[in-house]
């Protein structure tokens, strides 16, 4: 579990306030402020890698996640152990790039449009109290990438962004692989960035100008290591190679409902970036729930008995409606007929959720890896293998049992096809 820790940082405005990480109990605005972070986790399509980071996100009690590089085909919707995971990708070229949003279930509801505009930009638009909240998450192209590449990134942000309006609270996060650095620039950059600008960091500077946006996460003054995103492969102890390359925009006269912004390295999913949270004054509001549709059982109709029980209702109270009255009326009668007979001799269908193949075992030992995160490698490493054969076993496991699910349903299937089609004997 968090320790209740207190961070002093620096506002917009200069004047000194205090931070309270999320999950404390001394938190006295958790109901008006949402936690939203996003992480490069490189890739959701391993095995295990999504219930990882599900697991994480309830720890840290994360309100809306971002995600680059979840390296999933298509664009669309998926609920996994409760949270619901919106994901933009593309088909030509599957596990690669791909961006994300994670809700918790009991958000859902406050979700209002969902726009994937392509596999490194989508927009999630999200009911809150007083603005609504525009999510746009992103992965910009790396370094190696050309400046043609860059430039038709920045166009398909500015064409999300146009969805949106001016007077909505628009952010703008993920991993845009530049460099800011720690230089001011007049309402775009605070003097709390890491280290010294990149020609892309003054592209990014440069869009941010153009679209009257913040970086919010260079503005809070805290540690290096709460400012680090990404930790290159050639870091060590006597070489430190950690740069600030994820960030969260927000349009400029929206800056100050940003309370902080920082990093979590203890956040543990196996990957080279840290998670970047920052927490925004606001309150999320749910849609109105639309009354589930009830579905009648219609496979209780291949019992012939049942079958035979409702036709004969049917027909008894079918003769009795008054057939002089007007057509809306008849139809009405009927309806109500009908649905009453199939509701009493059928009953409603009922929906069982998926079975998660993830283990208990495989979550204590993910949560004993995290604890030697940063301390202890070799330990961590070891444990991390471990964990990988654990999960592997029980995806397999998990197979055997639904194809023997499917088996088991399809032979009682043709069971009941067949004594449905036989010829009744005289």
């Not at 370094?143 to 064409?159: C, G």
């Not at 679209?211 to 003054?221: A, V």
């Not at 004969?312 to 003769?319: F, M």
Request: with cysteine; hydrophobic share 35%; glycine share 6%.
């Amino acid at each position: 579990m968090i320790n209740n820790e207190e961070v002093t940082w620096l506002s917009v405005s200069g004047s000194k306030r205090v931070l309270r990480i999320p999950g404390g109990k001394t938190n006295k605005n958790k109901a008006k402020d949402i936690c939203t972070a996003t992480w490069n986790i490189r890739s959701i399509y391993q095995a295990g890698k999504l219930a990882n980071t599900v697991n994480e996100m309830k720890r840290l009690n994360i309100d809306i996640l971002g995600i680059s590089e979840t390296w999933w085909a298509g664009s669309g919707e998926c609920v996994t152990n409760g949270p619901k995971l919106y994901h933009s990708g593309n088909e030509t070229d599957a596990h690669r790039r791909g961006v994300g949003v994670i809700i918790p279930q009991h958000l859902t509801n406050c979700v209002t449009n969902f726009m994937p505009e392509s596999d490194r930009v989508m927009l999630l638009k999200i009911n809150a109290k007083p603005l609504t909240l525009n999510i746009i998450q992103v992965y910009a192209p790396t370094f190696d990438k050309s400046e043609e590449e860059v430039e038709d990134f920045y166009a398909e942000v500015t064409k999300v962004l146009k969805l949106t309006r001016r007077h909505e609270l628009n952010i703008i996060m993920g991993d845009f692989n530049a460099k800011v650095g720690d230089e001011k620039v007049e309402n775009v950059c605070g003097n709390f960035g890491l280290g010294v600008r990149n020609c892309r960091g003054d592209r990014l500077v440069q869009y941010c100008q153009e679209q009257n946006l913040r970086i919010m996460n260079t503005y809070f003054k805290l540690p290096p290591r709460r400012l680090y995103t990404w930790k290159s492969p050639q870091d060590s102890i006597s070489h430190i190679v950690r740069n600030q390359i994820d960030f969260i925009l927000i349009n400029n006269r929206f800056c100050t409902s940003v309370k902080g912004a920082r990093t979590y390295p203890g956040a543990d999913v196996p990957k080279d970036h840290n998670l970047l949270l920052a927490e925004i004054k606001s309150k999320l509001v749910a849609k109105p729930k639309v009354p589930q549709q009830v579905r009648l059982n219609l496979d209780r109709l291949k019992n012939e008995n049942i079958r035979a029980r409702a036709a004969a209702k049917i027909n008894d109270q079918l003769r009795n409606i008054e057939t002089e009255k007007d057509t809306q009326s008849i139809w009405n009668q009927t309806k109500m007929v009908l649905n009453n007979v199939g509701k009493e001799n059928l009953g409603t269908k009922k929906y069982t959720a998926k079975r998660n193949w993830i283990t208990e075992e495989i979550l204590m030992l993910m949560e004993q890896r995290r604890s030697h995160r940063n301390k202890n490698t070799s330990e961590y490493k070891r444990i991390n293998r471990i964990i990988r054969i654990k999960i592997r076993q029980a995806k397999i496991t998990w197979l055997q049992q639904e194809c023997g699910e499917i088996e088991r349903l399809q032979h009682q299937n043709d069971a009941e096809t067949r004594s449905f089609c036989e010829p009744r004997k005289n």
